[in-house]
Structure formats: C-alpha cells, structure tokens
C-alpha cells in the first residue's frame, strides 16, 4: 500500500513568494492534515481537512491556506512568504482519530 | 495556551534497559493520545495510541494513561540502539486529527 506523497520534497523562495505543496494521502483515507514543524516551535497543526472540507484550522496567519480535492488530494498554499516561514511541512492522513501517517515532508526555505 | 510538555533530554540509557518517557499535558478536554517515534531527517512514525486511563502494551512498547493526574508516559523494554530518536506525545480532542505535540524527548541507547 502506497504511503503518504508529498510534492516537492525541497524548495528555495524568497521573501514575498507563494509556494503551494501538494500530498496525496493513503488510498481510503479521507482525512488530511498539515504540520509545521521547526527547530524552535516542534510540530503546529495548521489544518484539517475532511470530505473537502476544513474541519479544524490552526494557530497560523490568513496567509497560510489549504484545500481539499475530491480525491483526498489536498495541497496547502503559502502567500507573502516570510523567513520565518521556513519550516518542514508535513502532511499526515488518516483512516481514524489521531492515528495519523505522516509523509516525508516538503522542506521550504524562504531567502 | 493548550500545551503538551516533554523533557527535551536526551535521555541515555543502556542497551537492554528500560526506557521510561513522560509527557504532561494541560487541556482536560484531551481524550486521545499518541507517541509518535522520529529518526533524525525523517518523518513521525506513529508507535502506540492509547484512549483510556490505564496500561496498552504492544510488544516492547507500553504506553500508561492517567487523565486525573493528566500524565502520559511511553516504557520501551530490552532498549536497542535502533530505538534511539526522538519520541513525540501528542493529545488530541474527541474528534478530528487536531494534535497537539509536546516538543519531544530525545533518546540514546548505547550498546
């Protein structure tokens, strides 16, 4: 069974950029979240989405969004970017509560 | 501030021994919990859930809950050096894939 895709794994931009990261989840799961996760702050929640729709939303500026397609596809977009916005990004899917499958991570670098 | 505390360690202890890491957490409304195992460069992998006060075990792996108390604590037995990475504890709501993660521990098994 195929495990959670994230695309790209590894991206430079500069400040005032938008990036958009892509993940596919495991087939059958209908449930897809998005991490971030920096040497400072450990793993954020930034959102969930479930059946195409937001089901939880994060601590994270208006700058930072998502969508959910209706094959579970999911890509999350980051506008204006910020140095500090580099981070690991991490997608996770799941079949039940919490037990999330994480992907290898998109890793952004904001110059 | 709903917060996950870990120590941040690193804890170090000798092949074979018994590895015990702990994880407090503050929001009550929390009713799922996780440990999650990283290597360095990877990706969480998810190693226990647990849902109910008491003891889960699974294979080497024992995770106890205490919701009074509000403590959390992952026991690995027969530790191999291959267990060294860092152990995430996350909690998370009744429904939904919102977790919030401590910021980890970091174990070393030396051989």
């Known amino acids: 069974k195929a495990g959670v895709t994230q695309t790209p794994r590894y991206l430079i931009k500069t400040r005032g950029q938008q990036v958009t990261l892509s993940c596919s989840p495991i087939s059958g799961h209908r449930s897809v979240s998005w991490y971030q996760q920096t040497p400072g702050q450990g793993l954020q929640f930034l959102f969930e989405y479930f059946s195409e729709t937001q089901r939880n939303k994060g601590n994270f500026p208006g700058r930072f969004s998502g969508r959910q397609f209706s094959n579970s596809r999911s890509e999350m977009n980051v506008s204006t970017l910020e140095l500090g916005d580099s981070a690991l990004y991490l997608c996770a899917s799941s079949l039940n509560g919490g037990e999330l499958f994480f992907g290898e991570g998109s890793r952004l670098t904001v110059l | 501030q709903k917060e996950v505390e870990q120590n941040s360690g690193p804890l170090s202890v000798p092949e074979g021994a018994i590895a015990s890491l702990n994880c407090t957490y503050s929001d009550r409304g929390s009713q799922s919990f996780f440990w999650y195992r990283q290597y360095s460069g990877k990706s969480p992998e998810l190693i226990m859930s647990i849902y109910s006060n008491g003891d889960k075990e699974d294979g080497r792996f024992t995770a106890q809950l205490n919701k009074a108390s509000q403590y959390v604590s992952l026991l690995i037995r027969d530790s191999q050096p291959s267990d060294s990475a860092t152990y995430l504890c996350?909690?998370?709501?009744?429904?939904?894939?919102?977790?919030?993660f401590g910021g980890g521990t970091r174990l070393m098994v030396k051989p």
């Open positions: 996350a909690g998370a709501p009744h429904a939904g894939n919102m977790l919030t």
